[in-house]
């Protein structure tokens, strides 16, 4: 099974629709769960089963004894007209470790529950590219994917490309340019921030880039990146050290316009390098000082 084929296991749109059902009418069985969120008289009930199926097993849904379905408690938490921290929610247990158990394996394993895996693995690959020349379709993702010589691939088929860009937009990874996406994790980022900053003030760039990296691990540094990394033979670039990647640059860039950041460069801190089209060198920083500050 996978997440990203839409059409087994479910819609972003019918997992909203659950989330609002249950937070509205509390824990119920499943058949009046599925009833409310597609009546039978209007709407064929298959992906709501799919979707409901897919999200039990990621740990959206509790089934109680088995019979009453209810959210899983990080999710019961949210507010039912909250959207900036549902998706961070969903973001937080899609890189659960449990649900990335065949994030490296070809095949399926029988053994091993798919999880969240296949679009963790595209969120990751498609973080390491140039956001601004990322492809648009299909065939233009198979070529660099081939030039990168990356296995497991993350995009074996056009129902797993398409269900990855509905997917990568909702979760704040990318935002809808043109004909495609541009991989942009600035909404998901935005989500984390006050988790990220604690009670400070401002961070040195090292801690918020680490603090980042392990809530949303496909980031640069990040556990699952490193994982995915490890699978590709030709980088498009090569990033030094002091480099941030250029996805999560427009991350930055995109927040600091926004006015929820902004950067400073202090002459006696290690900094780091925001990096823009074709990792061209676009300014160095040291710290992050944060709204209000």
């Given at each position: 099974m996978s997440l990203l084929n839409?059409?087994?296991d479910g819609l972003p749109s019918v997992l909203i629709a659950i989330f609002r059902t249950l937070s509205a009418f509390g824990p119920m069985p499943e058949s009046e769960l599925i009833e409310l969120?597609?009546?039978?008289?209007?709407?064929?009930?298959?992906m709501a089963k799919k979707t409901l199926t897919r999200w039990k097993q990621?740990?959206?849904?509790?089934?109680?004894?088995?019979?009453?379905?209810?959210?899983?408690?990080?999710?019961?938490?949210?507010?039912?007209?909250?959207?900036?921290?549902?998706?961070?929610?969903?973001?937080?247990?899609?890189?659960?470790?449990?649900?990335?158990?065949?994030l490296l394996l070809d095949e399926p394993d029988e053994d091993l529950p798919s999880g969240s895996a296949d679009l963790s693995r595209a969120l990751a690959w498609s973080l390491m590219q140039d956001p601004f020349t990322?492809?648009?379709?299909?065939?233009?993702?198979?070529?660099?994917?081939?030039?990168?010589?990356?296995?497991?691939?993350?995009?074996?088929?056009?129902?797993?490309?398409?269900?990855?860009?509905?997917?990568?937009?909702?979760?704040?990874?990318?935002?809808?340019?043109?004909?495609?996406?541009?991989?942009?994790?600035?909404?998901?980022?935005?989500?984390?921030?006050?988790e990220i900053r604690g009670s400070s003030i401002e961070l040195p760039q090292g801690v918020f880039l680490q603090r980042a990296s392990e809530l949303i691990s496909v980031l640069d540094g990040?556990?699952?990146?490193?994982?995915?990394?490890?699978?590709?033979?030709?980088?498009?670039?090569?990033?030094?050290?002091?480099?941030?990647s250029p996805s999560l640059s427009a991350a930055l860039f995109t927040l600091e316009a926004s006015r929820r950041i902004r950067f400073e460069l202090r002459s006696d801190a290690p900094e780091k390098n925001l990096l823009g089209r074709?990792?061209?060198?676009?300014?160095?920083f040291s710290h992050i000082v944060f709204s209000g500050s």
């Open positions: 839409r059409p087994s969120v597609a009546p039978a008289t209007a709407v064929k009930q298959d990621l740990g959206f849904i509790d089934t109680g004894d088995g019979t009453i379905l209810m959210l899983a408690p990080s999710i019961a938490s949210v507010q039912i007209d909250d959207s900036v921290s549902l998706r961070t929610e969903i973001l937080r247990m899609i890189f659960v470790e449990k649900n990335n158990a065949t990322f492809p648009k379709n299909l065939h233009s993702v198979e070529t660099l994917q081939g030039q990168q010589g990356i296995s497991p691939r993350a995009f074996a088929n056009d129902t797993r490309w398409s269900g990855f860009q509905e997917w990568a937009v909702f979760l704040g990874m990318a935002v809808n340019s043109g004909k495609g996406i541009t991989p942009n994790p600035a909404l998901a980022l935005s989500g984390f921030l006050d990040g556990a699952l990146r490193k994982k995915v990394e490890s699978t590709v033979k030709t980088s498009w670039t090569v990033l030094n050290p002091s480099d941030i074709g990792a061209r060198l676009m300014r160095p």
